[in-house]
């Protein structure tokens, strides 16, 4: 196996290019990026800190607005978010907000630094179904206003999708663990190995705390009834569990054929070059004008070499071979490979979680069902499907929570 799958891409910043990095910062009064962060994470006042050399401080900022500042700082899409409403880009270019972020978050682990503190207890008791990103940070919030927490998984470990998901040459499984120490020192209990509605029902978990938040993912992959019990297909969430498993240590085919224009899709092809595969060809149903893919995503893909055909979609396979037709060209292409890959989307499994999905989201105008009892945060409601997003979902589910269990009274 080649090990560039397990190293990660983007280097990091020294003392010396830090600073010239945050000197670039025009000092907006009105700080647009940080308008720009769904999370809040408030990247105006902690690339100021760093300018004047306060690294502490600018740790502290990002670390209480976004309990998975060094995660987001890996794999958030930041070129759609802070880095778009960033005023040096009239200029000449947005300022590296997500490297900056990422040698403050390194800073903080070296230095050992303990930022966030629970609050004094409260007496009440919050279960959590989900330890992905929104789960782990509406649990930090929770633990911030002093409720205890109880986080229920039904893997072996924590994380979700930052675990399970995104390959380790974006996200190291170091940070993830380290990101997730952090929760559990502040009280978190997790309780790994256990399915709601199998092992424990949802009335059980309502009789025993004060109210319940389902975190869960859209951590399944979507098949097309193209492809369905086709042995040479694999679906992008298989693929990316299997390689992140097994640290890249997986049979490979000579060649591999992947479907979608997504961030996922993008991790895909990636990995699969990465891990040693000499063709890797990638068709995408959106034109390059109108790509999915974060920016960052779709050139770390090109410059592994991998070919991507836009603006087709598949009507036939047979065998390894996939007929594709354009969407708007009379015109049709063949491509025959060992191994295709679908990254088409992901669906949720709200199995016996007693909520009401429709295509993929619980139709509720806040986080709270008509359980009271009952709210919900993660991909499974309105919102992004990003870590960032996640995080300002989790933000806000646990001060909705506050504020129904008289928090603020």
């Given at each position: 196996?080649?090990?560039k799958y397990?190293?990660?891409?983007?280097?990091?910043?020294?003392?010396?290019?830090?600073?010239e990095?945050?000197?670039?910062?025009?000092?907006?009064?009105?700080a647009?990026c940080?308008?720009?962060?769904?999370?809040?994470?408030?990247p105006?006042?902690f690339?100021?800190s760093?300018?004047?050399?306060?690294?502490k401080g600018a740790?502290?900022?990002?670390?209480?607005?976004?309990?998975?500042g060094?995660?987001?700082?890996l794999?958030?899409?930041t070129e759609?978010?802070?880095?778009?409403?960033?005023?040096?880009?009239?200029?000449?270019?947005?300022?590296?907000?997500?490297?900056?972020q990422?040698f403050?978050?390194?800073?903080e682990?070296?230095t050992?630094?303990?930022i966030?503190?629970?609050?004094?207890a409260?007496?009440?008791?919050?279960?959590?179904?989900?330890s992905?990103?929104?789960?782990?940070?509406?649990?930090?919030?929770l633990?911030?206003?002093g409720?205890?927490v109880?986080v229920?998984?039904?893997?072996e470990?924590?994380?979700?999708?930052?675990?399970?998901g995104?390959?380790?040459?974006?996200?190291?499984?170091?940070?993830?663990?380290?990101e997730?120490?952090r929760?559990?020192?502040?009280?978190?209990?997790?309780?790994?190995g256990?399915?709601i509605?199998?092992?424990?029902?949802?009335?059980e978990?309502?009789?025993k705390?004060?109210?319940?938040?389902?975190?869960?993912?859209?951590?399944?992959g979507?098949?097309?009834?193209?492809f369905?019990?086709?042995?040479?297909?694999?679906?992008?969430?298989?693929?990316?569990?299997?390689?992140r498993?097994?640290?890249?240590?997986?049979?490979?085919p000579?060649?591999a054929?992947?479907?979608?224009?997504?961030?996922?899709?993008?991790d895909v092809?990636?990995?699969l070059k990465?891990l040693g595969?000499?063709?890797?060809?990638?068709v995408?149903?959106?034109?390059?004008c109108?790509?999915?893919a974060?920016k960052?995503?779709?050139?770390?893909?090109?410059?592994?070499?991998v070919?991507?055909?836009?603006?087709?979609?598949p009507?036939?396979?047979?065998?390894?071979t996939?007929?594709?037709?354009?969407r708007?060209?009379?015109?049709?292409?063949?491509?025959?490979a060992e191994?295709?890959?679908?990254?088409?989307g992901?669906?949720?499994?709200?199995s016996?979680?007693?909520?009401?999905?429709e295509?993929n989201?619980v139709?509720?105008?806040?986080?709270?069902?008509?359980?009271?009892?009952?709210?919900?945060?993660?991909?499974i409601?309105?919102?992004?499907?990003?870590?960032?997003?996640?995080?300002k979902?989790?933000k806000?589910v646990?001060?909705?929570?506050?504020?129904?269990?008289g928090?603020?009274n």
């Amino acid at each position: 196996m080649d090990n560039k799958y397990l190293e990660e891409i983007e280097s990091s910043y020294s003392m010396l290019t830090i600073m010239e990095e945050a000197e670039k910062c025009l000092l907006c009064l009105d700080a647009p990026c940080s308008k720009a962060c769904p999370a809040g994470t408030d990247p105006a006042s902690f690339i100021r800190s760093v300018r004047f050399r306060n690294f502490k401080g600018a740790a502290e900022t990002i670390r209480e607005n976004n309990a998975l500042g060094a995660i987001c700082a890996l794999v958030c899409p930041t070129e759609k978010y802070c880095e778009m409403g960033c005023a040096r880009s009239e200029i000449d270019k947005p300022i590296n907000i997500g490297g900056i972020q990422k040698f403050v978050t390194d800073f903080e682990q070296q230095t050992e630094m303990e930022i966030l503190k629970k609050g004094e207890a409260n007496g009440k008791k919050i279960a959590i179904v989900g330890s992905g990103p929104s789960g782990l940070q509406s649990a930090a919030s929770l633990l911030q206003l002093g409720y205890d927490v109880t986080v229920y998984e039904k893997s072996e470990q924590a994380g979700g999708y930052l675990r399970y998901g995104i390959p380790e040459y974006r996200l190291p499984n170091a940070i993830v663990n380290y990101e997730i120490l952090r929760i559990a020192n502040l009280g978190a209990e997790f309780v790994f190995g256990t399915t709601i509605g199998k092992d424990i029902t949802m009335d059980e978990l309502k009789a025993k705390f004060d109210a319940v938040i389902i975190a869960i993912g859209a951590s399944q992959g979507k098949m097309l009834d193209l492809f369905d019990n086709n042995p040479a297909v694999e679906t992008a969430v298989s693929f990316l569990s299997r390689a992140r498993d097994n640290q890249g240590n997986i049979d490979l085919p000579k060649d591999a054929l992947v479907i979608g224009g997504g961030d996922v899709a993008m991790d895909v092809v990636t990995s699969l070059k990465l891990l040693g595969v000499k063709h890797v060809t990638d068709v995408v149903y959106e034109e390059f004008c109108e790509f999915k893919a974060s920016k960052k995503e779709l050139e770390g893909a090109q410059n592994q070499g991998v070919t991507i055909i836009d603006g087709y979609y598949p009507v036939a396979v047979k065998d390894n071979t996939v007929t594709f037709k354009h969407r708007h060209l009379n015109n049709e292409l063949a491509i025959e490979a060992e191994k295709i890959i679908l990254a088409v989307g992901q669906v949720v499994d709200p199995s016996n979680l007693d909520i009401e999905v429709e295509n993929n989201k619980v139709l509720t105008s806040g986080y709270q069902t008509d359980d009271k009892k009952v709210f919900v945060t993660g991909d499974i409601v309105h919102g992004d499907m990003t870590v960032v997003w996640a995080v300002k979902k989790g933000k806000e589910v646990a001060a909705e929570i506050h504020e129904f269990l008289g928090g603020n009274n």
